[in-house]
């Protein structure tokens, strides 16, 4: 494997050159709650540089409140069981595979026990979200990094505001994720998505699935991962592994476009070493260059209830939500709930190409003293679920209907279905006050019904 050393844009320096000053301006950040001075910080070489700091800086990214820290957790050990801890346990046992490295077996299996019970204390207070393999990589950062006190906190907030898609009773989000890199490929570097065209991208499940946890063997390299992954919208996950393909592109030049396999093992492993730095700062400029709105994927292959999209609209609805709130001393939870959700669901026909590349319209700095609620992220899971269940059920009809579509028998089938949909047109009719359907209306209906009927009777 060759080692990832893609080179920094041109022109581009840091705000803060040293480890003092980068220290105290994230310190400073932090006090204020500045999302975007965090952000900027995030992405700069380096990240948060400790985990100290860190301590501070995630619970902001990931939109904890004080009032959030101080609220009385419930205790999880009376609740019920939920189904997927027996996986969890399965897991647990693989995990620090990597790190830590100065941990007797006593001690290991003691951070065992506290992440077992870190993970099963989310799923059976959140017992709607499924469990994923990998899921345990994600957490366990989590746990080593932060105090026992913000590690339940944090991990349901990452869980629904950031990989929200993963934890679908179906893995088909997360393949729709997926299918955004070759498209990002296309308009960043033709050339390269030419020779990757016979492949399908799942060879970045992994990563993406679990925030690189999976696949970066260092806990250093992870944690100053984290910082811009969690600084950043859940789409630049994607643009990352974009930008990890294209600093490998010299090597996957050297292997033949047929030879498909051996790409799919190359890209599915990430190289031992990796410039972490330069691929944030390169899947930056990827996703400034190449925005979502662009990628005929992103319009019709992910949902508008997609974590993916609920995420990008919230900076532009709290700027909203301060200047209602210094006009008036008085807002509803329940209302900005309601404003929020209908809002995301036409968020990608209102926001055009030429607009901010964070979707971000107003240049005033984000600070975040109002998070999103959780009660928010259920009902977009909620949504999600009800169009992943709409689409099953299309799915279904529609292979039901290819299986069957010769027999002769099928011609009773689609009476039967003409039938039904004259009857839901009386039914509609009669609720309108109508005591049945128009003259003309009727024939006509009645001559489509015998004309289609005896169409099928014929296949």
Not at 24 to 51: H, M, S, V, Y
Not at 93 to 117: C, G, I, M, V, W
Not at 187 to 214: I, K, Q, V
Request: a positive charge; glycine letters at 6%.
């Amino acid at each position: 494997m060759v080692e990832l050393s893609p080179p920094s844009p041109s022109g581009e320096k840091p705000a803060v050159d040293n480890r003092d000053g980068k220290q105290e301006a994230i310190l400073e950040a932090c006090k204020n709650r500045d999302l975007e001075a965090l952000r900027e910080l995030a992405e700069l070489p380096g990240g948060f540089l400790t985990d100290t700091l860190r301590e501070q800086a995630w619970p902001i990214l990931l939109g904890l409140s004080p009032t959030d820290l101080k609220r009385e957790q419930p205790s999880w050990k009376t609740l019920p069981r939920h189904g997927d801890e027996d996986q969890v346990q399965l897991d647990v046992n693989r995990a620090f595979t990597y790190y830590p490295h100065d941990q007797t077996e006593a001690q290991l299996a003691h951070t065992k026990s506290l992440l077992s019970d870190l993970i099963v204390a989310l799923l059976r207070t959140r017992p709607y979200l499924c469990y994923f393999q990998g899921y345990h990589d994600i957490a366990q950062v989590l746990l080593l990094t932060l105090p026992p006190h913000l590690r339940l906190p944090a991990l349901t907030r990452l869980s629904l505001f950031h990989i929200r898609d993963f934890m679908l009773p179906s893995l088909s989000p997360a393949i729709s994720q997926l299918r955004l890199i070759p498209e990002i490929l296309r308009l960043a570097d033709p050339p390269l998505y030419r020779h990757l065209a016979g492949l399908e991208p799942f060879f970045a499940l992994s990563g993406t699935l679990t925030m690189y946890a999976h696949d970066v063997p260092s806990r250093a390299a992870i944690v100053r991962l984290f910082d811009a992954l969690l600084a950043r919208e859940p789409v630049f996950s994607v643009y990352l592994f974009a930008a990890i393909v294209r600093a490998r592109r010299e090597e996957l030049f050297e292997t033949s476009a047929d030879d498909t396999d051996m790409l799919h093992f190359l890209l599915s492993k990430l190289p031992t070493s990796l410039d972490i730095d330069g691929l944030i700062a390169q899947a930056a400029r990827l996703r400034r260059e190449v925005p979502p709105e662009r990628l005929k994927a992103w319009r019709k292959g992910i949902s508008r209830w997609s974590v993916l999209k609920t995420e990008r609209f919230r900076p532009a609805q709290r700027r909203r939500r301060r200047r209602r709130s210094s006009s008036s001393t008085t807002t509803s939870t329940s209302t900005t709930s309601t404003t929020v959700a209908a809002a995301v669901s036409d968020q990608d026909e209102k926001r055009s190409l030429g607009s901010d590349p964070d979707g971000d319209p107003s240049p005033e700095p984000a600070l975040d003293p109002e998070p999103v609620p959780l009660s928010l992220a259920r009902q977009w899971f909620d949504r999600h679920v009800a169009e992943l269940q709409s689409h099953e059920r299309r799915e279904k009809m529609r292979k039901w209907l290819h299986q069957h579509r010769r027999p002769a028998g099928l011609g009773l089938v689609g009476v039967a279905v003409l039938v039904g949909v004259v009857a839901v047109l009386v039914q509609h009719q009669q609720q309108r006050g109508a005591t049945g359907l128009p003259g003309p209306l009727a024939a006509g209906l009645g001559y489509v019904s015998r004309l289609v009927a005896g169409w099928w009777s014929r296949r």
